[in-house]
């Protein structure tokens, strides 16, 4: 039976989605469809992970965790006992907050777009919605279909919500399509994942960014310098589910690059490097191997090591210095008690 009367549709937006694999070769805003505008995106993240596998020492980039099951695990990691700086981070704003968002929108005016690098779940930035207030969020994130879960589950939530997902991997360069940030937006980097660059590396990122916003506003988590033995318990834990994280990189490699990594034959290792000021994770080989991959292979001897994070940690004078070479000005900043991490806001 078809029904008699129909109560009109309430507003009801769909998240919409671009995949850039290339920012500098995209042209249009069609964000309607899937855009790719690189043949084969896989095959160069192939050559960038095999090239890094053959180097001495050898290394693998962070970004290569993120695969479905990566960023699940690292929701994992958010929960441990040990892993404080999403908790601290949450602390921060859920005690200061409404005075963040009012600074930040001090900076950028009213319902600016609210643009979230490295998106993930999308959680921490859903949280902004109310206090913030966007016009449009933008979730930026290199793990595609794991952002786009997120976003679906968000605009059942937010049905009025104008969302736009962009796969990227924005480690090379962060640049999005013209049309989708319009006016002066407030760049959302939370969760020190600003840590995973190198200095020279993050003053790049946040140049860009600092661009993006367009007269807006940066707001960025970042991990502060704290005792060894909390910051090597952060990143090996007891339950070993950072050990998993680690480790998981190895099988995202098997089938980017069709490699024979036995992660078992492999140990996590986490150490803080205080002269670099960043906690290095490493996978080291417990016995001598021989890896091989399509159009490669490489031999490990027990004991060697491919280097797959650095997590940087800052202080607030270090960090606001960075921001300040970056082009911002009128920084702000927020701490938990402990002085364990700081949430910074910088005009742009
Ligand atoms: C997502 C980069 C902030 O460096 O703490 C967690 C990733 N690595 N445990 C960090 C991570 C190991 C995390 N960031």
């Not at 840590?195 to 790049?204: E, T």
Request: hydrophobic share 45%.
């Amino acid at each position: 039976m078809l029904p008699t009367t129909l109560t009109p549709p309430m507003q009801m937006n769909a998240p919409r989605l671009l995949q850039l694999h290339n920012a500098g070769t995209y042209a249009g805003n069609n964000a309607d469809t899937d855009t790719d505008p690189d043949p084969d995106p896989d095959a160069a993240l192939a050559a960038e992970a095999a090239a890094g596998l053959l180097a001495k020492p050898a290394f693998a980039s962070p970004k290569f965790f993120y695969d479905t099951l990566g960023s699940r695990l690292f929701e994992a990691i958010t929960a441990l006992e040990e892993y404080y700086p999403t908790r601290t981070e949450n602390a921060i704003f859920a005690s200061h907050g409404a005075a963040i968002a009012r600074a930040a929108l001090a900076r950028t005016g009213a319902a600016p777009v609210l643009v979230d690098l490295g998106a993930g779940s999308c959680a921490k930035a859903s949280r902004l919605f109310g206090t913030v207030r966007p016009r449009r969020y933008v979730a930026v994130d290199i793990a595609v279909e794991f952002v786009t879960q997120a976003l679906q589950h968000l605009q059942r939530e937010n049905p009025e919500l104008d969302l736009v997902g962009v796969g990227q991997d924005f480690s090379a360069r962060l640049q999005l399509p013209a049309g989708v940030v319009d006016g002066p937006a407030l760049v959302f980097y939370p969760g020190s994942s600003i840590g995973n660059f190198a200095p020279d590396d993050a003053l790049r990122l946040l140049r860009e960014a600092r661009e993006l916003a367009a007269g807006g506003a940066l707001l960025v988590g970042v991990d502060l310098i704290k005792p060894r033995a909390l910051l090597e318990a952060a990143y090996d834990d007891a339950l070993g589910v950072t050990a998993a994280f680690n480790l998981n990189l190895l099988r995202h490699l098997n089938r980017l690059l069709g490699a024979d990594f036995a992660p078992r034959d492999w140990r996590h290792v986490a150490l803080f490097n205080a002269e670099a000021s960043r906690v290095e994770m490493h996978l080291e080989a417990k016995s001598d191997l021989q890896v091989r991959w399509t159009g490669g292979e490489r031999s490990f001897s027990a004991g060697e090591r491919i280097h797959t994070e650095s997590s940087h940690k800052w202080t607030p004078a270090s960090f606001s210095a960075l921001l300040r070479d970056a082009g911002c000005h009128d920084i702000q900043h927020w701490q938990d008690e402990r002085g364990w991490f700081g949430v910074f806001l910088a005009a742009a």
